[in-house]
């Protein structure tokens, strides 16, 4: 999963680079693992500093000042299908054609068909492994066969258009065209979100596009307005102009995005993300309240696992009338584990990460509500956590169903069988994380939880719990591919390789990626020629780009 971000200000001589920082910050959830900032200033120059590491660590004032200009793109990474490279840090730059960055979230399902065609038909050069690089290189492929000296906006709708029928997956995007705008799109099942909103200043309107629209809300933008499955955006300072650019296909928003990943106070789809966990609380409510009766236990108090699943389990205490105690408090100095990649690293951090209070536990039967069960890991250790301080029973009950099957769409999952539902019942998932009960939501009731709030979403994108892929194309050899590509396999290899997960894990922070080594602000300043002129020696450039922010 990740975070992207674009803003265009009015005012050209204004810097953009402080204010994509303060937005990037309010994304951070979104991924921990890299973050990046390109400026484009004066003559269609692109600044950039990105790296390794949370936005707090790479960016300082010093750094901040560095990046010039009144529009920019910003980027924070939690890796995928990719690894967890220096060199996939976000936003991508390619030279040719017109000087064009770019930050992607999603993940694409073709990728080896596009990757041949790449090669022997574009004659592009992917470096990474990341499909971001390969995405935007499509996007400029697609810009290029326009041949023209200067692009207008139809040619960009009809690249996007173009591009769009190429590709499958799940992206949403913000691009840069050097000395000309930003460019937003989506793909045409919508699965995960962007959109965008406007502020009047004295000489014209700023825009913003992000991945939520608390990062509008926060900047004081107005107007928000989710980008459309199928739709590019073009903002210059002229204005905006919007064109769907291809069919829209099933609209299918990732559900997940309510269950766990976006922030409370975002709104997506029209759908508040806090509204929806109130109702997952609700209807969750009505689930532990039948299965409780039929096995004849009872819940003298609720407890949420923090931070996500409190909305929905102080809905859920009121609903069940049972009182509602913050039994574990969290350190908030130490990042979350879901999102750290590294098997070993999220088992030590649970207990480093909660402390379970003795007196809100010892002698009751306890219902812990947690959002979801992936792994299972965490959750065994907070059951156990609530044992050692004296539960008597521990049931917990999850705002979602079982989740079986990976994530394909962007959202880092593990490998099949390391999802503790995988081939698992219900009573045997409470078997393997020491529960005494585990009561689900089910999904009719998560699907209407969401979609009460915006009737006009028929479909949500629940691949997670199915199987079930909206984009078509996902098949056992397609999953088993990805496995083999996952973030941890490469993380732990490299790791393995370099011996530096140790020292990872004794700086304790939250998440920064293994090849950091202090890095506060790699700067770099690329020189782009603008739209006029297109120097177009592809590859040397690029390398050049990345390089320099190593020396
Ligand atoms: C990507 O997948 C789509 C749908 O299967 C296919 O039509 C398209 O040709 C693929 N792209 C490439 C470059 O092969
Ligand atoms: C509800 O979802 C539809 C897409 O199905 C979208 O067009 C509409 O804008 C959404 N409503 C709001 C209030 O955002
Ligand atoms: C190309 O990929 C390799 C391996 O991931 C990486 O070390 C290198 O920095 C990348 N080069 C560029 C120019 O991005």
Redesign the pocket.
């Known amino acids: 999963m990740c975070g992207i971000l674009g803003l265009l200000l009015n005012d050209p001589n204004i810097d953009c680079a402080p204010e994509i920082c303060e937005g990037l910050s309010l994304l951070q959830h979104r991924g921990q693992d890299a973050c990046g900032i390109v400026t484009c200033g004066p003559k269609g120059r692109f600044f950039q500093c990105k790296a390794n590491g949370m936005v707090r660590d790479i960016f300082d004032e010093k750094s901040v000042q560095k990046l010039i200009g009144g529009m920019g793109v910003g980027h924070v990474r939690y890796p995928t299908a990719g690894?967890f490279?220096?060199?996939?840090a976000q936003p991508f730059y390619v030279n040719s054609p017109y000087g064009i960055v770019f930050a992607h979230n999603g993940n694409l399902i073709n990728t080896t068909s596009l990757l041949h065609f790449m090669d022997a038909t574009a004659h592009r050069h992917i470096?990474?492994?990341s499909d971001s690089e390969l995405l935007l290189n499509i996007f400029a492929n697609n810009l290029q066969q326009t041949g023209k000296f200067r692009i207008n906006e139809d040619d960009i709708f009809t690249a996007i258009g173009g591009m769009m029928k190429q590709v499958k997956g799940a992206y949403a995007c913000v691009a840069m065209l050097a000395g000309f705008g930003i460019i937003a799109f989506r793909d045409p099942n919508g699965i995960r979100p962007v959109g965008m909103a406007s502020r009047k200043t004295a000489t014209g309107n700023d825009y913003i596009i992000a991945s939520e629209s608390v990062v509008a809300d926060a900047s004081g933008f107005s107007e928000w307005s989710d980008v459309n499955p199928g739709e590019a955006i073009i903002i210059t300072r002229a204005g905006v102009t919007r064109r769907q650019v291809h069919e829209p296909e099933i609209f299918a928003p990732d559900i997940f995005e309510y269950v766990y990943f976006a922030r409370p106070d975002s709104v997506l789809d029209g759908v508040s993300v806090y509204r929806s966990r109130m109702a997952m609380g609700d209807a969750l409510a009505v689930e532990v309240r039948r299965v409780l009766a039929q096995r004849r236990i009872s819940v003298d108090v609720v407890i949420p696992v923090p931070d996500t699943s409190r909305v929905a389990a102080l809905n859920l205490a009121q609903k069940l009338n049972l009182p509602y105690r913050e039994g574990f408090i969290k350190n908030r100095y130490i990042g979350r584990t879901f999102i750290m990649p590294g098997q070993q690293m999220r088992k030590k951090n649970v207990r480093r990460k909660l402390n379970a209070m003795a007196l809100e536990f010892a002698d009751k039967n306890v219902l812990l509500v947690d959002d979801s069960i992936v792994r299972g890991t965490t959750s065994k250790e907070i059951i156990q956590m609530a044992k050692d301080v004296g539960a008597k029973k521990v049931i917990v009950a999850s705002c979602a169903p079982p989740i079986r099957y990976p994530n394909v769409y962007g959202i880092d999952m593990p490998s099949r069988n390391e999802l503790v539902a995988y081939g698992r019942h219900e009573d045997s998932i409470a078997g393997a994380i020491g529960a005494d009960l585990v009561i689900f939501q089910t999904l009719p009731d998560l699907i209407e939880s969401v979609r009460q709030f915006n009737t006009s979403i028929n479909v949500f994108d629940c691949s997670v719990f199915t199987g079930e892929y909206v984009t078509g194309g996902v098949d056992e050899s397609y999953l088993s591919h990805i496995e083999s590509l996952r973030a941890d396999n490469v993380r732990s290899k490299v790791a393995a390789m370099t011996g530096e997960l140790s020292a990872q894990e004794g700086k304790g922070g939250g998440g920064a990626g293994v090849a950091v080594n202090g890095v506060n602000g790699r700067q770099t300043v690329l020189t782009s020629n603008g739209p006029s002129g297109q120097n177009g020696n592809g590859?040397d450039d690029?390398?050049?780009?990345?390089?320099s922010w190593?020396s």
């Open positions: 690894s490279n220096n060199a996939e470096n990474t492994s590859p690029t390398v050049g780009l990345h390089n190593y």
